[in-house]
T-cell receptor, first 114, second 112 residues
Framework: GAVVSQHPSRVICKSGTSVKIECRSLDFQATTMFWYRQFPKQSLMLMATSNEGSKATYEQGVEKDKFLINHASLTLSTLTVTSAHPEDSSFYIC??????????FGNGTRLTVT | SQELEQSPQSLIVQEGKNLTINCTSSKTLYGLYWYKQKYGEGLIFLMM?????EEKSHEKITAKLDEKKQQSSLHITASQPSHAGIYLC????????????FGKGTSLLVTP
């Protein structure tokens, strides 16, 4: 089945630094990947849609300059949290479809900004 | 936007008992997906329902989508500790197989 790999699984960074999270589709090509954010005991909130070879589409209220998305190949999308602050601490998770399959999710990245 | 309400928010059941989790949409569902999540981990796909009245089963888990395609239920028979986790329902935001909107999840704990 389709496998989505996310790295790193955990990251701790200092306030003001930037953090990059990678999302890879291991056995299929994904022209579109989706980035979600999850707060404790809350649902997954769609942040943006990553489109291979073009600009990402951000959901309302998500700062595109804060959360930079790059989808340079059919198997890799990256999310960079720029100038991270403690309020950016959260669980970030990516997902992708293999054709008409259900969304497959990575294992998520726990970001802690100190 | 499509709102998904899940109930109950949390559930504690004794091992061996049956349980049901509900997911209700404010709009007609193009596709309804059930996922399971362990805390701090990714989502594991359980089942996908697309047709009104559809019912699917996998091992001890059965999911149904009502005829109006606005409500789904997930039923676990003879629960086991391995069933513990957060169950999330997700819905297609359009009929184009785009991103999914999710309910807030139901936290399930199965006690020995």
């Amino acid at each position: 089945g389709a496998v989505v790999s996310q790295h790193p699984s955990r990251v701790i960074c200092k306030s003001g630094t930037s953090v990059k999270i990678e999302c890879r589709s291991l056995d299929f090509q994904a022209t579109t990947m989706f980035w979600y954010r999850q707060f404790p005991k809350q649902s997954l909130m769609l942040m943006a849609t990553s489109n291979e070879g073009s600009k990402a589409t951000y959901e309302q209220g998500v700062e595109k300059d804060k959360f930079l998305i790059n989808h340079a190949s059919l198997t890799l999308s990256t999310l960079t949290v720029t100038s991270a602050h403690p309020e950016d601490s959260s669980f970030y998770i990516c997902s992708a479809r293999d054709g008409g399959s259900p969304l497959h999710f990575g294992n998520g990245t726990r970001l802690t900004v100190t | 936007s499509q709102e998904l309400e899940q109930s109950p928010q949390s559930l504690i059941v004794q091992e061996g008992k049956n349980l049901t989790i509900n997911c209700t949409s404010s709009k007609t569902l193009y596709g309804l997906y059930w996922y399971k999540q362990k805390y701090g981990e990714g989502l594991i796909f359980l089942m996908m329902l697309q047709k009104g009245g559809e019912e699917k089963s996998h091992e001890k888990i059965t999911a149904k989508l009502d005829e109006k395609k606005q409500q789904s239920s997930l039923h676990i028979t003879a629960s086991q500790p391995s069933h513990a986790g957060i169950y999330l329902c997700g819905a297609d935001t359009s009929n184009s197989g785009y991103a999914l909107n999710f309910g807030k999840g139901t936290s399930l704990l199965v006690t020995p």
